[in-house]
């Protein structure tokens, strides 16, 4: 079962423009982190957020947490043509044992130069 | 600066047959996890090893076993190859954190492109 789902599931926009897309996780976390990739490669870390934080900056990206709704969002500012990927959150909580995030389905990005 | 790397990168199987897909990192993290990867589903966690000498089922594990063969060396295999098994596999590591309510970022490899006809 998946804990975080993305949406939109895909966004095309043009070169300079903003991205926003939106993750919704279902249990309490302990943070919530954003991964990109790109096609046929693996997952890039991107952005960390704790669940006592509220907003972070990482260059062009602002990740926002919204405990009570159980929401974050990633802002992409003047997107460039190489932020063409698909971006996926994963949540983590605490557990006795191992080190496990649960991903989403992804958003699909397309910045059209 | 190899970070993780999954051999082989492409395998066609038939039915039946048994593999193992091979991962390795150099980060000297402790916690290695296995992934598989289908169209529209995100990933989902197959098993995963905490630290070196241990081993846990994650989401999805039937039709799978693994070995963590020492600190650096996380491999899958499949026993008996099933089409539904077809998928992008992928490896990943993470680090300690010493806050015991967080954890550090995974680190992934390029994957395992898997057919099995």
């Known amino acids: 079962s998946q804990q975080g789902e993305e949406d939109p599931q895909a966004l095309s926009i043009q070169e300079g423009e903003n991205a926003t897309m939106n993750c919704s996780y279902k249990?309490?976390?302990?943070?919530l982190q954003w991964y990109r990739q790109n096609s046929g490669r693996g997952l890039v870390h991107l952005i960390l957020?704790?669940?006592?934080?509220r907003e972070k900056h990482s260059g062009r990206l602002r990740v926002t947490l919204d405990t009570s709704k159980k929401s974050s969002s990633l802002l992409i500012t003047a997107s460039r043509a190489a932020d063409t990927a698909s971006y996926f959150c994963?949540?983590?909580?605490?557990?006795?044992?191992?080190?496990?995030?649960?991903f989403g389905g992804g958003t699909r990005v397309l910045v059209k130069p | 600066n190899a970070g993780v790397t999954q051999t082989p990168k492409f395998q066609v199987l038939k039915t039946g047959q048994s593999m193992t897909l091979q991962c390795a990192q150099d980060?000297?993290?402790?916690?290695m996890y296995w992934y598989r990867q289908d169209p529209g589903m995100g990933l989902r966690l197959i098993y995963y090893?905490?630290?070196?000498?241990?081993?846990d089922k994650g989401e999805v594990p039937n039709g799978y076993n693994v070995s963590r063969l020492n600190k650096r060396e996380f491999s899958l295999r499949l026993e008996s190859a099933a089409p539904s098994q077809t998928s992008v596999y992928f490896c990943?590591?993470?680090?300690?954190?010493?806050?015991?309510?967080?954890?550090?970022?995974?680190?992934f490899g390029d994957g395992t492109r898997l057919s099995i006809l």
């Open positions: 990943a590591s993470s680090g300690r954190d010493s806050r015991i309510y967080s954890n550090q970022p995974q680190h």
């Open positions: 249990t309490s976390i302990n943070n």
């Open positions: 957020i704790r669940s006592n934080e």
């Open positions: 994963a949540t983590y909580t605490f557990k006795a044992a191992g080190n496990k995030l649960t």
């Open positions: 980060m000297n993290h402790n916690s």
């Open positions: 090893s905490a630290s070196e000498g241990t081993t």
